[in-house]
């Protein structure tokens, strides 16, 4: 099957963390429920980007599509954004935090 942006899908498989993210192994089951939906960012605050889920030790946040208002980013590349590579940003009241860009559309 070939997965298209705007999918809905359930995957089932190992959930480990590899390099400090979160991955999924093993493969069981892929199931694609629709295509072509609307994706949207979710609107957080670097407060909430920041947010690590300590029990379970996966990044709560990691591989969301988010937008984040009234922030700067910390040496920001002169020309292009490179592809899976993070970024750190920093709010109008000095807090800061890691914003990725994915490989990709």
């Not at 899908?9 to 991955?23: H, M, Q, R």
């Not at 300590?54 to 208002?69: L, M, S, V």
């Not at 899976?84 to 990709?104: K, L, P």
Request: net charge neutral; aromatic share 6%; proline share 3%.
């Amino acid at each position: 099957n070939r997965l298209s942006i705007g999918d809905s899908i359930t995957v089932t498989g190992k959930c480990t963390v590899y390099a400090g993210l979160t991955e999924l192994k093993t493969l069981r089951n892929l199931t694609i429920h629709r295509s072509g939906n609307l994706i949207l960012p979710r609107p957080m605050t670097i407060l909430e980007v920041n947010l690590i889920d300590t029990a379970a030790g996966f990044i709560e946040n990691e591989g969301w599509f988010i937008q984040i208002d009234s922030v700067r980013i910390i040496d920001a590349p002169a020309d292009t954004f490179a592809g899976n590579t993070n970024y750190t940003i920093e709010d109008t009241q000095g807090r800061a935090g890691q914003a990725g860009r994915a490989q990709g559309r």
